[in-house]
């Protein structure tokens, strides 16, 4: 069974947010805005479905927090935590994602994104 999450925000505030340093994608160094959100327990990445903002990024377990990967895997069950890149968010803008998580065989009855 596939389930799908979205995740939406906006820059309420009255200045672009700030991009951090220590951010690698595809192996080269830069310095993004990231949103960040980890895979839950008992299920497994598919894919993203729609993003309206920001660059779709993939992380594996054993990568560094803020180290990604901008394509696809082969194997996208091995994605444990997911990331949106921004060279910029300026006040008053918007970005949502959604993305589908395949529940695993022998999952719990409840799953949960924290």
Do not use: C, H, W
């Not at 091995?78 to 970005?95: N, T, Y």
């Amino acid at each position: 069974m596939k389930t799908t999450y979205t995740i939406a925000g906006i820059n309420k505030g009255d200045v672009s947010a700030l991009p951090r340093s220590g951010i690698t994608i595809d192996g080269i160094a830069s310095n993004k805005i990231i949103l960040l959100d980890s895979i839950p327990s008992n299920v497994s990445f598919v894919q993203f479905t729609e993003t309206t903002n920001g660059q779709e990024l993939y992380g594996y377990e054993g990568n560094g927090k803020y180290e990604f990967t901008s394509s696809l895997p082969s194997e996208p069950a091995l994605v444990s935590f997911i990331g949106l890149a921004f060279d910029e968010l300026g006040p008053g803008e918007e970005f949502s994602t959604t993305f589908q998580v395949q529940i695993n065989p022998g999952a719990s009855d409840t799953v949960q994104n924290r």
